[in-house]
């Protein structure tokens, strides 16, 4: 098993921005440990792509937008975490990889959502005082994840996940058609050819809007899990 820590500076000037960032490899069997180092100039173009302490958003939609974005071009999936609030308003968030936290979990096979205690977090405010706009800042992030990043199983998953439109028609063939996995792939198919289907991904789908199935809560446990990543956009955020 290899443990990664990935560290990240940036220094913005009027002209351009560098990127300072390290990776320090360690590997537990070998006990090697490498270290790799880059230093990235980028025009200010690029800046609304990067990550870094107070950084600022006009709005906590315009920062979770960013983040999911910045976190899917890493290789991971950030979920929202604890929350403060004040009068209503969102005062304080902290976001974590999808990695994080730990729970005990009897499926191995789903390796997408699995929580194994990752340490990755970022917090954000909203400070009450001297920010007449609301604006909302970043401001500690803790880069490092204790699992390999995979922007290849992102795209996957995007690749494969359900789009609004196939959701409804998923729903209304379940709910009033009562269709099976079998006809709805069919018409999933013919309607979307250029989508590819997955049997588990549609059985799952098909089995939350199923609120009645009396399958067994295992089953439904199981859709739950594996229908995560297919609703992640409506769910997560
Ligand atoms: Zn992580």
Request: overall charge positive.
């Amino acid at each position: 098993m290899i443990y990664f820590i990935q560290t990240s500076s940036i220094s913005i000037s009027k002209s351009d921005c560098k990127l300072f960032n390290i990776i320090i490899f360690y590997d537990l069997t070998t006990k090697d440990l490498t270290v790799d180092y880059n230093e990235t100039t980028l025009s200010n173009k690029n800046e609304h792509a990067l990550l870094y302490s107070k950084k600022k958003f006009t709005s906590w939609d315009e920062c979770e937008i960013f983040l999911n974005e910045w976190a899917k071009r890493q290789g991971f999936r950030i979920i929202k975490d604890r929350v403060t609030r004040d009068d209503g308003i969102i005062r304080r968030r902290t976001y974590i990889c999808s990695h994080s936290r730990v729970y005990e979990s009897n499926s191995t096979k789903d390796t997408s959502t699995k929580k194994i205690g990752c340490p990755f977090l970022v917090n954000v405010s909203c400070p009450k005082s001297k920010n007449d706009e609301n604006s909302v800042f970043i401001n500690k992030i803790n880069y490092q994840h204790n699992h390999p990043l995979s922007t290849s199983s992102i795209i996957f998953e995007e690749s494969k996940k359900f789009t609004p439109s196939m959701i409804d028609d998923i729903k209304f063939m379940t709910t009033s058609c009562k269709f099976g996995v079998t006809a709805q792939r069919k018409f999933l198919e013919g309607k979307y050819p250029s989508h590819p289907i997955y049997s588990k991904d549609l059985y799952a789908t098909i089995q939350s809007f199923r609120p009645t199935s009396n399958t067994g809560q295992k089953v439904k446990n199981q859709a739950s899990i594996s229908h995560q990543s297919a609703t992640n956009q409506v769910a997560d955020w």
